[in-house]
């Protein structure tokens, strides 16, 4: 449905979500909440991960960055930092 879209026509339909940017208003003035509630609703319009990069790739006109993941020690940080949240919310219930 939307990666279908021309990008003039992903254009609009993103500035059309906004009513301070409808109609092509690129005066128009959102919020940082407003954008990022824009992004999370796409987000969960889109059915998969790998369309919705696609989607966005194109209507920015950008490529995903093929080497930006983490690697083996940065998750291993990501992870224990979970851990350690878990174990504080378990202590303090």
């Known amino acids: ?3 279908q879209m021309t990008q003039k026509e992903n254009q609009d339909w993103v500035l059309d979500y ?9 005066a128009g003035v959102i919020s940082k909440e407003e ?7 796409f987000a969960q319009m889109v ?3 790998e369309r919705f990069v696609r989607t966005t790739c194109a209507f920015w006109g950008v490529s995903e960055d093929s080497h930006g993941g983490i690697d083996q020690k940065e998750a291993y940080g990501i992870i224990a930092l979970m851990r350690q949240r878990l174990v ?3 202590n303090g219930s």
């Open 35 to 41: 954008h990022w509630q824009g992004a999370l609703e």
């Open 18 to 26: 906004w009513p301070a940017t409808s109609g092509r208003n690129l």
């Open 47 to 49: 059915p998969n991960d």
């Open 1 to 3: 449905m939307v990666d």
């Open 88 to 90: 504080t919310l378990a």
